[in-house]
């Protein structure tokens, strides 16, 4: 059956592992990881019938030789990658481009959430749009201290293991109507 929320992941430290990318001399990802519990994840939240999109800076080329390569393509309804729209979050366009692809509109933005390593890209994008930022706050390359009022997470995910439990728990409130934007 399908869930009310939508998934908007990123990938670079939030699904994959960025210590672990290889890449060529024009820095297209070659070969990449994902952090341990990160596949597992993801793949249960695609089978227990959440919709989830890819909304991540890099080139497309970049995320096919991760995805298509480990298998996990499938579990993407959507993708906004800046490499194909010209700007990188925050910019509106990312997420604007996977509520069209998902025929969503305003009104959908209440059970649309943002999950991603970076405050400034990431949380930053996601709270100017009005949808729900989680901070994946477990790389170890990032600054995960908010600077001012727009970096502020809504929700912090510790852990790729946890994701699942953290989307299943927001599911929950959403489909009960209640609000899950913490400053709304
Ligand atoms: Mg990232």
């Known amino acids: 059956m399908k869930k009310e929320l939508i998934v908007f992941i990123d990938s670079g430290d939030t699904l994959v592992d960025e210590s672990t990318e290889i890449k060529n001399v024009m820095g297209t990802v070659l070969k ?7 596949e597992e994840n993801l793949i249960k939240l695609y089978d227990n019938g959440y919709t989830i999109a890819l909304v991540a800076d890099g080139t497309k080329t970049s995320f096919d030789n991760i ?4 298998g996990l393509d499938y579990c993407f309804s959507a993708k906004a990658i800046s490499g194909e729209l010209g700007q990188e979050k925050p910019a509106p366009i990312m997420f604007l481009h996977a509520m069209k692809a998902l025929g969503l509109n305003d009104d959908d933005k209440r059970r649309i959430v943002m999950i991603g390593n970076n405050l400034k890209r990431d949380v930053v994008g996601a709270n100017r749009m009005g949808i729900v930022s989680i901070l994946a706050s477990y790389s170890p390359r990032y600054d995960m201290n908010p600077i001012n009022e727009e970096e502020i997470p809504d929700y912090i995910l510790t852990s790729p293991d946890k994701l699942y439990e953290l989307i299943e728990e927001l599911e929950h409130k959403v489909s009960n109507r209640k609000s899950i934007k913490k400053d709304s």
């Not at 990449?32 to 990160?38: D, I, N, T």
């Not at 995805?67 to 480990?70: E, I, K, Q, S, T």
């Open 32 to 38: 990449a990881k994902l952090f341990p519990g990160a």
């Open 67 to 70: 995805y298509l390569a480990n």
